[in-house]
Structures are given as C-alpha cells and as structure tokens.
C-alpha cells in the first residue's frame, strides 16, 4: 500500500545531500576505478558486491562487502546478494522523516547517499547467441530492485546507471553533495534504464518458441520471424510489441521550421538512427526521412545500385551494368541522369561501398547527404572537401525493419514489411503475349524501384 509524505513540501526542503555512504554493483566497469579513486579521496565509505568490490579492492581502495552489511554471505550462486532489509533499508529511507531516522537507528541500519548500479548484460548475452538458461541466468532482479528504490527516494540519494554521468558525481561529491536538481536528472535516466531492460526481457520472452528452451542455443532470427508471426495471428493469449527508443538527439526542427523533432534509436537497431556521420552538417529531420527512403530503395537491390531521394520522392534509382569497371560509380551516373534537376540538393543511399570514381562525380554536384556501408579513404578526401555535406556509415549490420509501423489515433497500425521477392522468371501470365527475358528484367526493376 502507498504511504503519503507527512508532509509533501518536505521535497522542497532538501537540496544539497552531501555523500557519505555509496553502494556500487555493475557489470559494465568502464570508469570504475577513477569513480573509486575519487570517492576514496573524498572520504566516501563504499559498499559493493562480488567483481565490483574485488575489483576496487585490487586496485588499492578500500570496500566493505555487502555481506558485512547484510550478515549474510551471497546465497543461491549469486542470485541473492543485495535483496536484505540492510541495504533497501539504506536505499529507500526518507531522511526527511523523523520516523524513517528512528527506525534505521533502531534497526541499526545506515543510509545511502549514492547508489552506482548498472545491470546484467542480457542484451549482449541474447546478441551473442547464448544458450537459453545463459539468457535467463543474464535477467538482473537485485540490480533493478536497487536502481528502482534509489530512483523513487531521489529525495535524498543519487542513482547513477550510466558511466556517462561519473564525472558529474565526482565533481557533485567534490563541491559538497549532489543537488535536487541532479538526483531528479539521474532518478529519470534510471527508470527509462529499467524499463528499457524490462522491455528486452519481456520481448525475448515473447519471442521463444517451445524448442528454443533447455540447453539449446537460441536461433535468434528463427525467434525473431516466430515473434513477428504471432504478430498477426488470431489468439487470446497476451500479444506486446516493443516500441522504445532512447533520445539520441534533439533536432533542430520538425519537417517544417514550427514542428519540433528529436531522433530515438531502438536497443537493438541497425539501421540509419545507428549511422556513423563522417563528415557534415547535423542531420534533419528531412534529412533522416530522405536516407531511410533512399536505403530502402537501393537496398531492395542484389546488384550494385544507388537511390536518389529528395523531399521522399525518387529523383532516380539504378543498378550497375554487367560489367562496369566501378559498379557503384556506373549506378550513380544512371541514378543521376534519370532527373539530373531534381537530383540537386537529394540524398543518395548506395548499397555498395563509395569508391573515389563515384565521389568524383557526386562532388559536382551540390548533394546534401550520402549514406552508405562504407567509403574508400580516396571518397572520403575527396568529399570532405565540401563542407556541408553530410557523409552516413550504415552499421556493419545494417538491417531493414521487419515491420512497418503507422500511428494513427490512440495506437497504431503494424504491418509485414514489403519484402517480397519472387524474380520475374517465376511470375504468371495474367493476360495478352509472354514477355520477353529482356523485359521481364526491367519489370522486375520496374517493380522493386516501386514498391
């Protein structure tokens, strides 16, 4: 049951919590030791578990187990190390209550002022093709308890999820405490932390089938394609589709100057939210709208070939010739030349490498994005010369989406991507004369530039 604050002006009444006590356990341990240095220095008592505590513990600094606070030593192979009314105990007092300070006296338990948490890599464990029991034995139950509790009790303890944001408790600790301000800042990135990590937690499971159980390595495509079917069949069982995102940018503006647009990147995607830029201006919103349209278009395509996009519609889209000496430079002059006019100002996509043949002549022309797996060394010199335009790298896994997604009001429209292959060679005569294989090849590109 929820208990209400005596008095809820008291969240107004504390700003500057001055850290004396902090509970660190996290699997990622980039920055560790500089954040343990730090926290030795300023006279910070820490508290940790199992690798984390040996880890500051080798490098010098002093570190008191998590069992000397709870009594108990890590019980059921390391399942239960933090989950003891020792340590929520310290987490979720609210120290503005003279009954919270009573009873921790009383219990002879003290608070926490810092609680540094990351959690079980269960995103790399699926990533990595794991066996199923590895996935589960990755789902973290202490570390989100922990995060969770800080988070709710930002009042009068910091939570830190993310190596990002050391420096800044450093400098907090340094010049006195962590403010409101800052412990708000850090309780929201938890909770978005947590329910990102429950989300991948619950889609894995969504997306099992029987067979992927036991001892078994999971085919995560096969997964992935089971997932996606039960999708769209008819049942009464519980059916969830992920949909979160992490900001990664806010944008300068909408589609027009008056909308306001911020990109949001999925745990596990690959496609151009992910793109590395080289070189360039910031990208726009109309900018990633056009590169996701012009990746689409060249990427329907085996052979070499390279999309034209400008304000979402095809200034030109080409395959290379049989046999050109530089394919990807051959489909962009084919791709250009289908409306040189319109090309001005477009985005190009090629699902080819950009060799220095193609980047010479897409240099003459104003151009405002390229995107691409990759560019030569000599492409790269020989675009970066203009300064404006923006040079994409797609993800060595770059991936389409498998579905398409449509808001509309209260909810939204999901639906297979168009994905459809089936080469000319095995399409049916409706009516009138039997094509001949020339042109049957250039409705098939006909088709995949269109759809």
Same mark, same amino acid.
């Given at each position: 049951?929820? !208990?209400?604050?005596?008095? *809820?002006?008291?969240?107004?009444?504390?700003?500057?919590? *001055?850290?004396? =006590?902090?509970?660190? %356990?996290?699997?990622?341990?980039?920055?560790?030791?500089?954040?343990?240095?730090?926290?030795?220095?300023?006279?910070?008592?820490?508290?940790?578990?199992? %690798?984390?505590?040996?880890?500051?513990?080798? &490098?010098?600094?002093?570190?008191?187990?998590?069992?000397?606070?709870?009594?108990?030593?890590?019980?059921?192979?390391?399942?239960?190390?933090?989950?003891? *009314?020792?340590?929520?105990?310290?987490?979720?007092?609210?120290?503005?209550?003279?009954?919270h300070r009573e009873q921790l006296e009383a219990?002879?338990?003290?608070?926490?002022?810092?609680?540094?948490?990351?959690?079980?890599?269960?995103?790399?464990?699926?990533?990595?093709?794991?066996?199923? /029991? $590895?996935?589960?034995?990755?789902?973290?139950?202490?570390? *989100?308890?922990?995060?969770?509790?800080?988070?709710?009790?930002?009042?009068?303890?910091?939570?830190?999820?993310?190596?990002?944001?050391?420096?800044?408790?450093?400098?907090?600790?340094?010049?006195?405490?962590?403010?409101?301000?800052?412990? =708000?800042?850090?309780?929201?990135?938890?909770?978005?932390?947590?329910?990102?990590?429950?989300?991948?937690?619950?889609?894995?499971?969504?997306?099992?089938?029987?067979? &992927?159980?036991?001892?078994?390595? !999971? $085919?995560?495509?096969?997964?992935?394609?089971?997932?996606?079917? %039960?999708?769209?069949?008819?049942?009464?069982?519980?059916?969830?589709?992920?949909?979160?995102?992490l900001r990664e940018s806010v944008l300068r503006?909408?589609?027009?100057?008056?909308?306001?647009?911020?990109?949001?990147?999925?745990?596990?995607?690959?496609?151009?939210?992910?793109?590395?830029?080289?070189?360039?201006?910031?990208?726009?919103?109309?900018?990633?709208?056009?590169?996701?349209? /012009?990746?689409?278009?060249?990427?329907?395509?085996?052979?070499?070939?390279v999309a034209i996009i400008k304000h979402a519609?095809?200034?030109?889209?080409?395959?290379?010739?049989?046999?050109?000496?530089?394919?990807?430079?051959?489909?962009?002059?084919?791709?250009?030349?289908?409306?040189?006019?319109?090309?001005?100002?477009?985005?190009?996509? /090629?699902?080819?490498? !950009?060799?220095?043949?193609?980047?010479?002549?897409?240099?003459?022309?104003?151009?405002?994005?390229?995107?691409?797996?990759?560019?030569?060394?000599?492409?790269?010199?020989?675009?970066?010369?203009?300064?404006?335009?923006?040079?994409? !790298?797609?993800?060595?896994?770059?991936?389409?989406?498998?579905?398409?997604?449509?808001?509309?009001?209260?909810?939204?429209?999901?639906? $297979?991507?168009? =994905?459809? %292959? &089936?080469?000319?060679?095995?399409?049916?005569?409706?009516?009138?004369?039997?094509?001949?294989?020339?042109?049957?090849?250039?409705?098939?590109?006909?088709? =995949? &530039?269109?759809?």
């Open positions: 049951m929820a !208990v209400q604050s005596q008095d *809820p002006s008291l969240y107004e009444h504390r700003d500057l919590v *001055p850290v004396k =006590r902090a509970l660190i %356990s996290v699997s990622d341990k980039s920055g560790l030791l500089e954040l343990a240095a730090a926290l030795a220095e300023a006279g910070v008592e820490i508290v940790s578990t199992g %690798s984390t505590a040996q880890t500051i513990r080798d &490098a010098g600094h002093p570190v008191t187990d998590v069992a000397a606070v709870t009594g108990f030593a890590e019980a059921l192979d390391g399942r239960v190390k933090t989950l003891h *009314p020792a340590v929520h105990s310290g987490l979720l007092a609210d120290l503005r209550l003279a009954s219990l002879g338990f003290a608070p926490f002022e810092l609680v540094v948490v990351n959690l079980y890599p269960f995103d790399q464990t699926v990533a990595a093709g794991k066996p199923a /029991a $590895d996935i589960v034995e990755n789902v973290d139950i202490g570390g *989100p308890a922990m995060v969770r509790a800080t988070a709710k009790n930002h009042a009068n303890a910091a939570i830190v999820v993310s190596p990002l944001r050391y420096n800044e408790i450093v400098d907090a600790v340094r010049a006195g405490g962590t403010t409101l301000e800052l412990r =708000r800042s850090l309780a929201a990135e938890a909770f978005v932390h947590t329910a990102q990590y429950d989300a991948s937690v619950a889609n894995w499971f969504l997306d099992q089938e029987d067979q &992927a159980w036991g001892a078994k390595t !999971v $085919d995560e495509d096969a997964a992935a394609d089971a997932s996606i079917d %039960s999708i769209f069949e008819q049942t009464d069982a519980y059916v969830g589709y992920e949909m979160f995102g503006y909408g589609e027009n100057s008056h909308q306001r647009a911020a990109l949001f990147t999925e745990n596990e995607g690959a496609g151009i939210a992910q793109a590395t830029q080289l070189h360039g201006k910031e990208m726009s919103y109309n900018n990633y709208v056009d590169a996701d349209a /012009a990746l689409r278009a060249a990427y329907d395509h085996e052979r070499p070939a519609n095809p200034c030109g889209v080409a395959v290379a010739p049989e046999g050109a000496a530089d394919p990807i430079a051959a489909a962009h002059e084919l791709a250009h030349a289908c409306d040189p006019v319109s090309a001005f100002g477009g985005v190009i996509a /090629a699902n080819r490498v !950009v060799t220095a043949g193609m980047a010479a002549t897409v240099a003459e022309i104003f151009t405002e994005v390229i995107v691409a797996p990759g560019f030569e060394p000599a492409a790269v010199e020989i675009l970066t010369k203009k300064k404006n335009v923006r040079l994409l !790298v797609l993800p060595a896994d770059f991936a389409a989406n498998p579905v398409e997604l449509r808001q509309v009001s209260g909810g939204f429209l999901l639906q $297979d991507a168009d =994905r459809s %292959s &089936a080469p000319a060679t095995e399409w049916q005569l409706a009516s009138g004369a039997a094509a001949d294989a020339d042109t049957l090849a250039e409705l098939e590109f006909a088709w =995949r &530039a269109c759809r």
